[in-house]
């Protein structure tokens, strides 16, 4: 399974973007997807995620109603929409996925997810 992600970029505070993440091999529409993002000097922290086969969307409380996590199954891509965008948003973003459905406790885990992309740049200036 590989993951390549894009979309991340410079915008100002207040912006917008939106970060796509293509999954190649295995069965995306059986997968689990999350994205994940990583500060300087801080620890990888979970974003957002969809579990395979649950309608429910889980967001990180510092991201809740900015932005929204979304897929589509016949591209086996999965999506970021990122508004109203902070500095402290700014971060390297990850994509993963993992085989069918991440257990509810872990969704928000890293060790919970297989296979991860190489990350996109998101830097928001103020």
């Known amino acids: 399974v590989q993951l390549q992600a894009s979309g991340g970029g410079l915008v100002q505070a207040g912006g917008s973007l939106r970060l796509s993440c293509v999954v190649s091999?295995?069965?995306?529409?059986?997968?689990?997807v999350a994205w994940f993002r990583q500060a300087p000097g801080k620890e990888r922290e979970f974003v957002a995620a969809i579990r395979w086969g649950d309608t429910n969307r889980f967001y990180a409380d510092s991201v809740k109603g900015r932005f929204t996590i979304s897929r589509d199954n016949p591209k086996n891509t999965v999506y970021l929409q990122m508004n109203s965008l902070k500095p402290e948003d700014t971060a390297v973003y990850y994509c993963a996925v993992h085989h069918n459905r991440v257990i509810l406790s872990q969704v928000r885990r890293d060790a919970a997810y297989a296979y991860w992309g190489q990350g996109t740049q998101v830097t928001v200036s103020s």
């Open positions: 091999g295995g069965t995306f529409s059986s997968m689990s």
